[in-house]
């Protein structure tokens, strides 16, 4: 669905103009991302979960986390983020280096997002 401008207004003040996954403040060039992905079949404009295209399945989110987390639902988006810390580790030479000297600290803990938390 085509949000219009009032309800794009609306989905903005959601989290007070914040990303709804990662806190930060919502940039000029904002995603509505729905919540339970619809999954967009690119080659013919189809969507495998047309049902799922309403305003309660919309979150405000910054482009960062809507691009990483794409057609993922939310589970599967937590898991990714998760994991974030393990590919560091292996693939990363600058991370692993200033987690040496003490500049990063790895903390055990769930991934919450900012809508889970307010
Ligand atoms: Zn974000």
């Known amino acids: 669905m085509k949000l219009t401008k009032q309800q794009r207004q609306a989905l903005h003040a959601k989290y007070d103009g914040r990303c709804a996954y ?3 403040l919502l940039p000029d060039r904002w995603h509505a991302d729905h919540i339970e992905p619809i999954v967009r079949n690119w080659w013919n404009g189809t969507c495998e979960h047309p049902e799922r295209n309403t305003l309660e ?5 910054c482009p960062s986390c809507n691009i990483i987390k794409s057609s993922q639902s939310l589970e599967a ?8 810390i393990t590919s560091l580790n292996r ?8 987690k040496r ?4 600290m790895e903390q055990e803990i769930e991934v919450k997002f900012y809508f889970e938390k307010h």
């Open 77 to 84: 988006f937590r898991k990714v983020i998760g994991g974030f």
């Open 22 to 24: 990662c806190g930060d």
């Open 101 to 104: 000297y003490g500049l990063i």
């Open 57 to 61: 399945n919309f979150n405000p989110s």
């Open 91 to 98: 693939d990363s030479t600058q991370y692993k280096f200033a």
